[in-house]
């Protein structure tokens, strides 16, 4: 077994086994061939690489994509991103033929290892509820729950009307981040923003992943006229069929009409992009952010849970 970083002639393998291996949430996202070929062609653009090696030897990375590789056959991969305080995890997966050999648990090592390497006291990922292997397997190697969430699903975003406006949801300004980080800091559990804490930095900012998607984004807030009280960003780009409604932000006294308002001028602004649905991801103990969704038309499509350990 060797652990390695992607490289371009994994391309092929990597793509089926995010087709094949992840049913569920390809079912809803539909990563487009086309669009995952697009992606490989900017990923390997020389100048790219010459800023992604620079910025690797100065471990400032933005991300790494491992393979765990036999006898030179791709047997799984792991994506590993860095938040402020975590190593995040995702793409963790290991071909059917190759299961219950320790290739999971040898990507999983090498995540943690580099997260702490990169000075993330935590590592945290997420799995499917009804991943119970998976679970088992991270719970066995010291992961904690830190919180449950709900991934919804819009079916029919052609079907979202712009609201009439009430004057108080407007399009996202800087300035806005700092307001909005204080509100997701007073509504998060502290165990939560602990391991993953909002910065205002983070707050309506392209990040890596978009720029790299090459995604559309815009976000609005709602603003009675005494600073942002709720948040949302959405993009769309074509890598993938649905487009993404990024988790709101909302103060515990903001009006229920305003954060539908806020969520449905999102929808709205997706719907004239002609996706062909639209994903969110929510905390489940945001009640008012889960009941805003369900009124604009999302449905619970399944659960996951966030889990978490040290980083060494």
Do not use: C
């Amino acid at each position: 077994m060797r652990i390695r970083e992607f490289r371009r002639s994994d391309a092929t393998r990597f793509f089926a086994l995010l087709k094949s291996q992840f049913p569920e949430e390809e079912a809803i996202l539909g990563t487009r061939p086309e669009g995952y070929e697009r992606l490989m062609r900017r990923l390997y653009r020389p100048d790219l690489r010459l800023l992604l090696g620079l910025l690797a030897a100065f471990r400032r990375s933005p991300f790494h994509l491992y393979v765990a590789e036999e006898d030179g056959t791709v047997a799984g991969t792991t994506l590993l991103a860095f938040a402020q305080r975590a190593g995040f995890i995702s793409t963790v997966v290991v071909a059917p033929e190759y299961r219950r050999r320790g290739f999971a648990k040898a990507l999983l090592e090498r995540a943690h290892r580099e997260s702490s390497r990169r000075g993330r006291p935590y590592v945290a990922l997420r799995v499917l509820d009804a991943n119970a292997s998976a679970r088992a397997l991270y719970e066995g190697l010291g992961y904690r729950t830190l919180d449950h969430q709900m991934f919804m699903v819009h079916d029919a975003p052609s079907s979202i009307v712009a609201p009439v406006a009430s004057g108080s949801v407007r399009a996202f300004r800087r300035p806005d981040a700092e307001p909005l980080a204080g509100v997701a800091a007073s509504t998060t559990p502290a165990q939560v923003w602990d391991v993953l804490p909002v910065r205002a930095r983070e707050i309506g900012a392209s990040n890596w992943a978009d720029r790299l998607f090459e995604a559309e984004v815009a976000a609005w807030v709602v603003d009675r006229g005494q600073g942002a009280e709720g948040f949302v960003q959405a993009s769309v780009s074509s890598l993938t069929d649905a487009a993404h409604l990024g988790t709101p932000i909302v103060a515990g006294a903001l009006p229920a009409p305003l954060l539908q308002e806020l969520i449905a001028t999102a929808g709205a602004w997706l719907a004239a992009r002609r996706p062909s649905r639209i994903a969110t991801s929510v905390a489940e103990t945001s009640v008012a952010a889960v009941g805003a969704l369900r009124e604009v038309g999302f449905h619970d499509a399944f659960g996951h849970f966030t889990l978490y350990r040290p980083s060494s």
